[in-house]
Structures are given as C-alpha cells and as structure tokens.
C-alpha cells in the first residue's frame, strides 16, 4: 500500500513563506510526475505545481515566480517551496503522485489527505 503524507501547511502573514514537503511511503518501486494541487473553499480544485521524475517543472500562472516544486527522489518527497504569500493563495494544498509499486504493472495515481495553507494578517 502506497501513502502520501503531506506537511509544512500553517499560518502565514502576506508576503510570508511556507515550504510543503510531501513524502511517499510503501511499496515503491519508482515515481513518475509529482504534483501540487490545491483548493479554495467554494472553489474547483487546481492545478500549481508539477515535476518529472527528470525534474521538468511546470507552473499554474498565478503562481510563477513565487512558488518553486522541487523533489528528492531517494527520499521519494516532493517539496513546494512558496513565496511571497498572497491571501487568495489559502487553501488545502493536496499532494498528487503517479507512482509504479513494480516493474511489471502500469501506474497507479495516489492523492495526500491535504495540508491547510491560510495567508491572512
């Protein structure tokens, strides 16, 4: 069994910094993409960040330049490092991994349970 455990959510101040690390954990045998979504009460949940396993990256456009994805592949963990905070970036920030558990099978897609982001003075 495969789990995503996200960390790092929290209260910041606008302007401010957080850095979500998620950690894949089971029977592993290697990841594919990596990304970060997240959602807004009220609101579709939404792409932000996405990575290879080579280390392409991509970008929503309301977070280029201020958020960064990064990855450990040893440690099978996803980062976001995120900056210059914004109040409309609150919102549960879910961690979302195509993972293969062998050689043989195809990819399966896992989702974390959420981490709560809230930008607010």
């Known amino acids: 069994q495969v789990q995503l455990v996200e960390s790092g959510g929290g209260l910041v101040q606008p302007g401010g910094s957080l850095r979500l690390s998620c950690a894949a954990s089971g029977s592993i045998f290697s990841i594919n993409t990596m990304t970060w979504y997240r959602q807004a009460p009220g609101k579709e949940r939404e792409l932000v960040a996405v990575i290879t396993s080579a280390g392409g990256t991509n970008y929503a456009d309301s977070v280029k330049g201020r958020f960064t994805i990064s990855r450990d592949n040893a440690k099978n963990t996803v980062y976001l490092q995120m900056n210059s905070l914004k109040p409309e970036d609150t919102a549960v920030y879910y961690c979302?991994?195509?993972?293969?558990?062998?050689?043989?099978?195809?990819?399966?897609?896992?989702w974390g349970q959420g981490t709560q982001v809230t930008v607010s003075s």
């Open positions: 979302f991994a195509d993972i293969f558990v062998n050689s043989l099978s195809k990819s399966h897609h896992y």
